[in-house]
């Protein structure tokens, strides 16, 4: 392999500046790469060679002539659920399996303008729904960690996990629901961001839902997330739920806290016997690394904790429910004739849709119905608002609050697709913060005995971003 594909985001950025390197040769080793590995890791969806060469060609002439863009000339891989002009966008379905989106999302937009390559668009699971990876029209993604126990990268962002831990891209975009760029952060030793919620336009998402989905970054190293994120984030008025808020320098600001004094809540709700006792002493390792460090450890209540997975799987289905319901066969997606319009909706729907999404439509139309959306939906919203509260309960006592990413190690494909009470319950510790919509991280803190990677979850209050990345560069700095 070119060492070249092994180097971070910032380190590749300044060999280009010095023209060390060129971004031509940087993407056609990329590429190779990819062609190289995508029959046995299966990250990629659609490879963009021709684009990205075209991008590098004009990015070199940029670097050559001193105006260079904040990611010009990086290589990048883009989660197949946001939208490129005149690329196919399938959000790994059958549904939209041909769909060329005649225009751009805001998040990739935003890298574009500042000089980024778009090497391809990364496999998911289908509408973000799942987490394995497995639910993928486009088939299963392999983890490149010990690819030979055919583990789980990780869901629903299996494919920009894996291309970045097999070096096949320098960083990549994902989305966060409940979970979907965390939890296979987790399980491939990268660095998985999601943002607070309306930080960063869905303008051009493929939407799940709507109140939960949030764009994101992962990358090698905390510092490329923050690039990306600073790089992409901010208020765009074709998204209402956009937050107003001024986009600060979270490259710059990196290095600003002080662990000694730091307030570090530990939530006994995420430390119990159900945890991985692996997970678990990695995890309190790093605790206890930041103890050493000046820390100020404090044991912290989210009460509500035991009530998130249900409530999360009323919230999103309902939503996804209501999102999915434009896809019927009559202005864009698979269609298939039936002998009057309903037979027709119901024939296009049940081809192009899988069985997890299927699943999830039913769930959320039954949630929603006359006689249960009061003792379902309702009561959701209600206990979503405690689980908030929760938090800002505990971020008045804490900076942040540390626990497990995930309960349990990479698990193997096929492990869990037929158990879905199983799969949904390693979202236990994820889905809580992505219903209160705060700012999240998973950064690696270890490996067990085995060699399998653990994740150190930060979480912070709401648009307090920078604090949660500051925390997580002082964690990926005591893994040197």
Not at 268 to 297: C, H, L, R, S, T
């Amino acid at each position: 392999m070119n060492d070249i594909l092994k180097l971070t985001i910032t380190e590749l950025i300044e060999k280009l500046k010095t023209r060390e390197v060129r971004s031509v040769d940087v993407t056609k080793a990329a590429l190779e790469r990819i062609k190289e590995r995508n029959d046995s890791i299966n990250a990629y969806i659609t490879i963009c060679e021709e684009e990205a060469l075209k991008q590098a060609a004009i990015s070199d002439q940029k670097l050559d002539d001193g105006e260079a863009g904040l990611l010009e000339g990086v290589p990048l891989g883009i989660k197949d659920l946001f939208c490129t002009k005149g690329i196919k966008t399938t959000a790994a379905s059958k549904m939209l399996a041909e769909f060329i989106p005649p225009y751009e999302s805001t998040v990739t937009q935003k890298l574009l303008d500042q000089g980024a390559i778009f090497l391809g668009k990364l496999n998911m699971d289908q509408y973000a729904m799942g987490g394995s990876g497995e639910t993928s029209f486009f088939g299963n993604t392999v983890n490149p960690i010990k690819q030979e126990e055919n583990l789980t990268a990780g869901g629903s962002s299996s494919g920009s996990a894996a291309a970045l831990a097999d070096f096949q891209c320098f960083g990549a975009t994902v989305s966060d629901t409940g979970g979907s760029v965390r939890q296979p952060a987790s399980f491939t030793n990268t660095v998985g961001f999601r943002p607070t919620y309306g930080r960063c336009s869905r303008f051009g998402m493929v939407s799940f839902a709507s109140s939960l989905d949030q764009a994101g970054f992962m990358a090698r190293s905390v510092e490329d997330t923050a690039l990306m994120f600073q790089v992409a984030s901010g208020y765009d008025e074709k998204d209402s739920t956009s937050a107003d808020v001024a986009v600060e320098d979270y490259t710059s600001t990196l290095n600003d806290m002080n662990v000694k004094g730091l307030k570090i809540g530990l939530p006994k709700e995420y430390f119990i016997d159900g945890v991985d006792p692996k997970v678990k002493a990695i995890i309190n390792a790093k605790v206890e690394e930041f103890k050493a460090a000046g820390a100020q450890i404090i044991d912290i209540s989210l009460p509500h904790t035991k009530y998130a997975v249900p409530t999360y799987y009323i919230v999103a289905p309902a939503e996804a429910a209501a999102n999915l319901s434009r896809y019927d066969g009559m202005r864009y997606g698979v269609r298939v004739e039936g002998e009057n319009l309903d037979d027709t909706y119901a024939k296009s729907r049940s081809a192009g849709f899988g069985w997890e999404v299927k699943r999830r439509v039913m769930v959320g139309n039954y949630v929603l119905s006359s006689g249960y959306y009061d003792a379902y939906y309702t009561k959701a919203q209600k206990v979503r608002n405690l689980i908030s509260q929760d938090f800002h309960n505990a971020f008045e006592s804490v900076d942040v609050i540390f626990a497990p990413t995930t309960p349990e190690l990479p698990f193997a494909l096929g492990g869990k697709i037929d158990d879905p009470i199983a799969m949904y319950l390693c979202d236990i510790f994820t889905v809580s913060s992505a219903l209160a919509g705060i700012p999240c991280i998973s950064v690696p803190s270890g490996h067990t005995a085995e060699g399998y990677p653990v994740g150190l979850q930060i979480l912070g209050k709401a648009f307090d971003d920078a604090k949660v990345l500051q925390a997580a560069k002082i964690a990926q700095d005591m893994n040197k």
